[in-house]
C-alpha cells in the first residue's frame, strides 16, 4: 500500500462498530463520502464477537454481517482498516485527523482471501477472537466473516519461514511493509470507538486471569457461539461440561476501589441472556447470578428477566468478596448473602463467568481536540436536549464511546449523530441526496 498524504471526505467516522457503522451509512444514504476509521483489523466492533443478543435473542453475526456489508459495499463509504488515529484538531472549516496504517504484511489489494497461507504457517498462537480459548496462525483473517476478508500477519510471532509467502498465488505476502502516516481531511466527524472491558488482571480478589475456570463474559459470549472455540459450552480447566455455572455481577463496576464508580448498563442483560443461552445447551446444569440489583431498564427486559427466572436461573442477592480455585478445577466463592439466611456463605461452582465492568475503546490524548467526562468516557455538552454533541464544533459522538449503552440506544446514538452531522454540513454548503 503506498502513502496517501491526504485523502479528503465529507465525513470522518471513527470506530467502525455498529454504532460506527450505523452512522456512517446514515451519512452515505444521504450522499456524504465518509470514511470510516477502524484500528482492528476488520469493522464489527464487539456485536460481531457476541453469540445472540437480548432480549430477542437474535443471532448477533447474522444481523451484523449484513450491515458490516452495506458498508464496505457502499459507494460512498471508504473503510479504513488497522489504522491508529494520532491527532484530531480543527483547522478553519476543516477537520484534519492524522492517521497511522499499521502494516499488515499482506498487500490489501492483491490478497484474495482464499486462506493458504494461513493453512501453511506452522505457528499456532493464542486467538484473542475466541478469548485465548483456541488457536489461530501467525499469518490469519481474523474471523469467518471478517470486512475485509484479508490476512494479516502477526509480527510477534511469525518466524519469517516464509512457506506463506511460497504458497501465495497472488505474491500478496510483504514482509517489508513499514508503519505508513497519512492525514486524513473532513468537515465534520463522529467519534464512534465503544468500550473495552476492564482487564481481568485487575481483579485481584477474582483471581487476576490465574483461575482457568473464571473466564470473562466476553469468553461466555465465545463459547455460546456457534463458531466458537469448542462448538459447545466446556470449561477450559479441563475440557468438561460445568454441571454449575457462577456469574458475578458487578464485578469491577459501581466500584470506586477500582475507579469504576458508574453501573455498566449492560452487565444484568448479558448475564440473564447467557444464562438462558446455557439453560438451552447444558439442560442439567445449575446456573446461579450473584447480583446487587437487577436493572432491567430497556424495553421487553423486565420480561426477559422474568423468563430466566421461569426457565429455572437462581438469582442469589450477595456480594461476591473473594473466588480461589478449589479441588478438581471447581471454583470456590464467599460471599455476603442478602438473602433470608444472610452472613458469609461458602459455595462451589464449574465455572465462574466475571460481568466485568466497560471501560472507554478510546481516551483521546493531548493531541485530539476532545475532552472526556468524569468517567473517561467522551464528554457531552448536551447531555438532554443533544446527547451526540461534543465539545469540539462538528465533531459528534455515539454509541459507547460517550459510556456504557446496549445495542438498541447505541444505533439511536448513532442516527441522532449522523443527524446532527449532516444538519452541520447543509449549514456549510455541502449537498444532501434531494
Ligand atoms: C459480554 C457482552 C455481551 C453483550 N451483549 C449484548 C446484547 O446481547 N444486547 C445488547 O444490546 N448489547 C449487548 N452488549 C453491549 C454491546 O456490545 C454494545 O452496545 C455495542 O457493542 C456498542 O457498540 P459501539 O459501536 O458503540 O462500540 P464497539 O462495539 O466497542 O465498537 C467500537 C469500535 O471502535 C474501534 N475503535 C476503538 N478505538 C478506536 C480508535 N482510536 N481508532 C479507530 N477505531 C477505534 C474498536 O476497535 C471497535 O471496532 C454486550 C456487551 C458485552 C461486553
Known amino acids: 500500500m503506498g502513502v496517501q498524504q491526504n485523502l479528503k471526505f465529507d465525513a470522518l467516522v471513527l470506530g467502525g462498530g455498529i454504532a460506527g ?3 456512517a451509512l446514515n451519512l452515505a444514504e444521504q450522499d456524504f463520502s465518509v470514511a470510516v476509521v477502524e484500528k482492528d483489523a476488520s469493522i464489527g466492533g464487539k456485536m460481531i464477537r457476541l453469540s445472540k443478543v437480548f432480549p430477542t435473542l437474535d443471532c448477533s453475526s447474522c444481523i451484523t454481517t449484513p450491515k458490516m456489508a452495506a458498508a464496505a459495499h457502499h459507494p460512498k463509504v471508504t473503510l479504513l482498516t488497522y489504522c491508529e488515529l494520532q491527532s484530531l484538531e480543527r483547522r478553519g472549516d476543516e477537520l484534519v485527523a492524522l ?6 504484511y499482506v498487500d490489501l489489494e492483491k490478497c484474495i482471501g482464499c486462506r493458504q497461507c494461513e493453512y501453511q504457517c506452522p505457528v499456532l498462537v493464542p486467538d484473542a477472537e475466541q478469548g485465548g480459548l483456541a488457536a489461530r496462525k501467525a499469518i490469519y483473517i481474523p474471523f469467518s466473516n471478517a470486512i475485509p476478508q484479508k490476512a494479516l500477519i ?4 511469525c518466524i519469517l519461514c516464509g512457506r506463506c509467502e511460497k504458497v501465495c498465488p497472488t505474491q500478496a505476502v510483504d514482509f517489508f511493509q513499514k508503519v505508513e502516516d497519512f492525514t486524513l ?8 470507538t465503544g468500550f473495552e472491558m476492564m482487564p481481568l488482571e485487575d481483579k485481584v480478589q477474582y483471581g487476576q486471569g490465574q483461575i482457568p475456570d473464571v473466564i470473562t463474559a466476553l469468553q461466555m459470549e465465545r463459547l455460546l457461539a456457534p463458531h466458537g472455540p469448542y462448538n459447545r459450552v466446556l470449561r477450559p480447566y479441563d475440557g468438561k461440561e460445568p454441571d454449575s455455572v457462577a456469574f458475578i455481577q ?3 463496576s459501581r466500584d470506586q476501589s477500582m475507579g469504576v464508580p458508574y453501573c455498566s448498563r449492560v452487565c444484568c442483560m448479558y448475564a440473564i441472556k447467557q444464562a438462558m443461552l446455557l439453560s438451552g445447551s447444558l439442560p442439567l446444569a445449575d446456573l446461579t447470578v450473584y447480583y446487587l440489583d437487577i436493572r432491567a431498564f430497556g424495553k421487553g427486559y423486565e420480561q426477559f428477566f422474568q423468563n430466566a427466572q421461569a426457565m429455572g436461573v437462581n438469582f442469589v442477592k450477595g456480594k461476591v468478596a473473594y473466588v480461589e480455585p478449589g ?4 471454583v470456590r466463592l464467599r460471599y455476603e448473602s442478602q438473602e433470608a439466611e444472610g452472613g458469609v456463605q461458602v459455595v462451589e461452582h464449574d465455572l465462574v463467568v466475571l460481568s466485568l465492568g466497560l471501560l472507554p475503546g478510546w481516551t483521546p490524548g493531548a493531541s485530539c481536540a476532545l475532552s472526556t467526562g468524569a468517567d473517561n468516557f467522551i464528554k457531552t455538552v448536551k447531555p438532554k436536549l443533544a446527547p451526540a454533541l461534543t465539545e469540539l464544533s462538528g465533531v459528534f459522538v455515539a454509541g459507547a464511546a460517550s459510556g456504557p449503552k446496549d445495542i438498541v440506544d447505541s444505533i439511536v ?3 441522532a449523530a449522523a443527524m446532527e452531522a449532516c444538519r452541520y454540513l447543509a449549514a456549510r454548503g455541502f449537498k444532501a441526496a434531494g
Open 21 to 23: 457503522l450505523e452512522a
Open 154 to 157: 502477526d509480527p510477534e510471532n
Open 413 to 415: 446514538e448513532a442516527g
Open 327 to 330: 479441588e478438581g478445577g471447581a
Open 185 to 192: 481531511t473532513a468537515a465534520t466527524a463522529v467519534i464512534a
Open 250 to 252: 458487578c464485578a469491577g
Open 99 to 104: 492517521i497511522t496504517q499499521k502494516p499488515r
